[in-house]
């Protein structure tokens, strides 16, 4: 909105030098107005609100310590996994602080380095929030755009499953589901199966689990505007050409979609860092010896009097990171929501 | 209307039956052996044996969901190693690992999920009500934009991480425990009170938000522009006049949420440390045991979808503008 009031102030100075002006040797003067998207206007919404540009920010930090664990790790002069026995006190508490040699001190018990930990806690969360907004939008745009878009039996059939799947117990599937699939991947729960293998057998579980309940709810909100959009004139005006469905799905009817689209990853993304920390955290999500924040924060919960860096460190990283993409996500909102005045 | 509700109650069925059906299948068809699990590391073939054919674990699986459906209206028995055990008619299984059945272990468990979640709604609906409308009457003022920056971080915040912080440093609350309401009301109430201030402060900051939007809407409307031109006080327009339009939004957004706060409040209940239906779940996870965790699924989906009917059948009462197709 904001532009085309600039556009119109512009275009009215114009007008007036030209009237007051003395002779202007091209009588027509061009005001340079470019067509803007509405995704370009609401990038630029973004970009003039601090808010969301220190949140944006934020992100891109946690993005870099994950991609750059190893680095900082080696940084450090310290890993994931090796125990530091010879820093603990006969009853496992570390002798040390944060130190030059660990920045972070060393966990009760084991003694690994608490930097390193984090630094490489960063990878599961977002990998598994990312991944699971990817799929799930995916999944959820594709569905909607077709239930919307075909109606009759295939919309009945569609729209069923996304009721069905949103009247689940979600965070119970979430808990039993993975015990399946254990079984079935690793053997019986109990037996001595190699940690290694079942930290990946969560992993993998956790984001289907995850993606299986995300997806009904952009593609109910998906289908609500296929279902209005369609019925517009440039979507009859494409199908009288006779542009074939899929050119018709994609081509036509997605571009109009990128507002919702954009607002339900956005939120979508922070929600996933917390269900998979939270789920973690539970003891039902990722096991070790993943390095996660969850784990972290479930371990140290015990310690909490002793060495409140052990918790604090995942407990402010975890906030920090999901608050910064909540209030980035409700700006994106306000941003892509033509409704929002400002 | 009557259609209407005949249909979304043909719906709800469905739904219920094919998620008991899946969740069989999942759990008991899967390529696992719950019998291995029951018997333990020191189990001897024959033992195992007999616990299969105690369990049916042997039967087509047409059979084993056939005597699972049956048990939900009839009388079970189950025999392991030599020893029958009754299971009274909903039976949904008897728990591997507790030897109890697990009907009986869900209705254990209700009363304690229902009184946490219940209290804290208590609580939340009244800090976010009222606050809601405060912040409404005085929308654009510091106090407003105070009320919403607070609830858009709160609402935002890990609410795990929130729960934990409180349970480990807010230790002026009364230590949390669950004692039932008929054997002494006070310890029941004293030991929830530090979960419903958790869960009711974490949820008081979207019902603020709610309570707000719907508010400041209301009082758009023209007909508290007439009864406020009519001489009425401000504070009866704005809360018997306002109030009541305000919050029939509020309402269906209460009634779907509370569904999910059933069967979500796992986190409350495992910080916590109460034995409601998500803590339940999470040992039968735990353990392995699976009539609990199906046990647990199933009532939590029934939960749900009851939830759901009654919201939307209500809400076609509560508002004549819905119609009904």
């Not at chain 1, 998906?222 to 005006?237: D, K, M, N, P, Y």
């Not at chain 2, 758009?220 to 009519?230: C, E, I, L, N, Y």
């Amino acid at each position: 909105m904001e532009p085309l009031i600039e556009e119109a102030g512009l275009s009215r100075t114009g007008a007036s030098t030209d009237a007051m002006g003395p002779a202007p040797a091209t009588p027509q003067k061009k005001v340079s107005t470019r067509g803007k998207s509405p995704t370009a206007i609401a990038f630029a919404r973004l970009r003039k609100d601090r808010v969301a540009v220190t949140c944006a920010s934020v992100f891109v930090f946690f993005v870099l310590i994950a991609i750059f664990a190893p680095l900082l790790a080696k940084l450090e002069g310290q890993d994931i996994s090796t125990l530091h026995q010879d820093l603990l006190d006969p009853y496992g508490l570390p002798t040390i602080a944060a130190t030059g040699d660990h920045w972070f001190g060393i966990e009760p018990k084991l003694g690994r380095d608490l930097f390193a930990r984090f630094v490489y806690g960063a990878r599961p969360s977002l990998l598994v929030a990312g991944s699971v907004t990817i799929l799930t939008t995916f999944v959820g745009v594709v569905i909607g755009l077709l239930a919307g878009f075909a109606g009759g039996w295939t919309d009945r059939i569609l729209s069923w499953i996304i009721d069905f799947v949103l009247s689940l117990p979600y965070l119970l599937f979430a808990i039993a589901v993975p015990a399946v699939l254990l079984a079935i991947f690793v053997g019986n729960a109990d037996g001595g199966a190699d940690p290694n293998e079942v930290a990946q057998v969560r992993f993998y579980s956790l984001i289907l689990v995850l993606s299986f309940f995300g997806w009904a709810a952009l593609a109910r909100l998906i289908r609500g505007e296929v279902l209005s959009l369609r019925e517009r004139e440039f979507v009859a005006a494409a199908k009288v050409l006779g542009v074939p469905t899929r050119k018709v799905l994609f081509k036509e009817l997605l571009p109009n979609l990128v507002a919702p689209i954009v607002i339900s990853v956005s939120m979508a993304l922070p929600s996933y860092i917390v269900v998979e920390a939270g789920l973690t955290f539970l003891g039902v999500g990722l096991v070790e010896p993943t390095p996660s924040w969850g784990v972290t924060i479930s371990a140290a919960q015990n310690y909490y009097k002793q060495d409140p860096l052990y918790l604090w460190v995942p407990v402010l990283a975890i906030t920090m990171l999901v608050l910064s993409l909540s209030l980035l996500g409700d700006a994106v909102r306000d941003a892509f929501d033509p409704r929002t005045r400002r | 209307m009557l259609l209407y509700i005949l249909r979304r109650l043909v719906s709800a069925v469905s739904v219920v039956i094919v998620t008991l059906v899946a969740s069989f299948a999942l759990f008991f068809l899967a390529p696992t052996d719950p019998a291995g699990v029951i018997c333990g590391p020191r189990c001897t073939p024959e033992r195992l044996a007999n616990i299969r054919a105690g369990l049916h674990l042997d039967d087509p699986a047409l059979v084993q969901i056939g005597v699972y459906l049956k048990g939900l209206v009839v009388d079970r028995e189950f025999e392991t190693g030599g020893v029958v055990r009754e299971c009274p008619a909903p039976c949904l299984g008897y728990s591997y690992t507790l030897g109890e059945p697990v009907t009986k272990l869900l209705a254990q468990a209700l009363p304690v999920t229902l009184s946490l979640v219940l209290g804290a709604a208590v609580v939340y609906l009244a800090i976010g009500i009222f606050t809601g409308t405060m912040a409404a009457q005085v929308r654009g003022t510091p106090l407003d934009k105070a009320v919403v920056g607070t609830t858009l971080v709160l609402n935002s915040f890990p609410y795990f991480v929130f729960a934990l912080l409180v349970v480990l440093y807010a230790t002026f609350l009364p230590e949390s425990g669950w004692t039932s309401f008929f054997e002494n009301p006070f310890s029941w109430a004293s030991g929830l009170v530090a979960a419903w201030v958790c869960l009711g402060i974490a949820n008081a900051a979207a019902y603020t938000r709610y309570s707000r939007a719907s508010m400041i809407e209301a009082l758009g409307q023209d007909f508290v522009r007439t009864a406020r031109s009519k001489g009425i006080s401000k504070n009866r327009v704005v809360y018997r006049h306002g109030l009541r339009a305000a919050l029939t939004p509020v309402a269906t957004i209460f009634g779907i949420d509370l569904a999910g706060q059933l069967t979500g409040a796992i986190f409350t209940e495992r910080i916590f440390d109460l034995p409601g239906l998500g803590n339940l779940v999470l040992r039968a996870f735990g353990q392995y045991d699976l009539p609990v965790l199906m046990g647990g699924v199933l009532v939590g989906s029934v939960v749900l979808v009851v939830m759901n009917l009654i919201v939307d059948i209500a809400y076609t009462f509560l508002d004549p503008r819905v119609r009904l197709g």
